[in-house]
Structures are given as C-alpha cells and as structure tokens.
C-alpha cells in the first residue's frame, strides 16, 4: 500500500563566529562562517484548495525568524551555547528545536535541518 508524503525544503543562511572548545586545534581560535541552513518538513495530505502543503513563504519566514537569534552573533555568547559547543551538529539541532516549536500541530512535521560551514561539510539532525 502506498504511503503518500509530500516535502518541502527551503534554505537559508547566517553569517556568525565562534570558537570550538575541547578541539585541540585552530577551530579553538576565534574564526566565523557563512553557515548555510536547509530544512526539510513532510505531511500527507496538502490543502484541497491550494494544492500546498504549507505555504513555502511561511516556512521560510519561520526559519528567519530562529536564525535572526544566530545572524551576526559570536555563538558562544549565547545561552545556549555557554556550555554546549557551537558546532554544526549543535546548530543543527539549535534551529531544529525553534523550528519544531515555531511551526506546532499542523500536519507537517519536520524532517530533518542540515546546517554547513561551506558545501562539503554538512552536518544534519533529524529526530524521526
Ligand atoms: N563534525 C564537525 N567537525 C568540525 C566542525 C563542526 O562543526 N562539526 N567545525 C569545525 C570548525 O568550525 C572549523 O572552522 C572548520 O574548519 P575546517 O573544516 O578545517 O575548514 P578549513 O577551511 O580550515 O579547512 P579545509 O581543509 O579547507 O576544509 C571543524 N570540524
Ligand atoms: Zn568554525
């Protein structure tokens, strides 16, 4: 039996510094990134009248909105990253948590947030 699923992605970026702890090499010392940002969010059914899952113009603003808490920012001064390192994994996973509050129940879960430090190092999370 077929399972439909429908996905939208949308991308972004911000453009922050920061300095890995524990690292042992020279990502410990102050250096910043234009990170790249990608979401992907999933439902079964888009809206009869729309044909739309979700809006991509909403999805997008709600992801701008989590990462203005990022944008021009010196990570490790943030709260939540006095303690936990600002590493892709960790940002991934930083903007996973404001997405998945930002959208709540409305038949489109989110997949998967890919954040990347340049085009060949990615990292993902996903709780699904
Ligand atoms: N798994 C992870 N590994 C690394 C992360 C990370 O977030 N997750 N982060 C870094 C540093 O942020 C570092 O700034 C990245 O540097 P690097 O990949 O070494 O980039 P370079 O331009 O210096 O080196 P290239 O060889 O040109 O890619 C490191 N690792
Ligand atoms: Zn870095």
Same mark, same amino acid.
């Given at each position: 039996m077929a399972a439909p699923r429908y996905c939208l992605r949308v991308s972004s970026d911000f453009s922050s510094s920061h300095q890995l702890r524990n690292y042992g090499g020279k990502c410990e010392s102050l250096h910043g990134h234009n990170f790249q940002v990608q979401v992907q969010v999933c439902? &079964? !059914?888009?809206?009869?009248?729309t044909g739309m899952l979700m809006d991509f113009k909403e999805l997008k603003n709600t992801l701008l909105a989590v990462l203005e808490e990022l944008?021009? &920012?010196h990570l490790n001064d943030l709260p939540h990253f006095k303690e936990t390192n600002p590493?892709? !994994?960790n940002l991934a996973?930083?903007?996973y948590q404001g997405l &998945? &509050?930002?959208l709540g129940n409305r038949g489109v879960y989110l997949d998967w +947030?890919? +954040?990347a430090e340049k085009d060949s190092s990615?990292?993902?999370?996903s709780e699904s």
């Open positions: 439902g &079964k !059914e888009v809206d009869p009248d944008d021009h &920012k590493s892709s !994994e996973c930083f903007v &998945k &509050k930002s +947030v890919m +954040v990615r990292a993902y999370y």
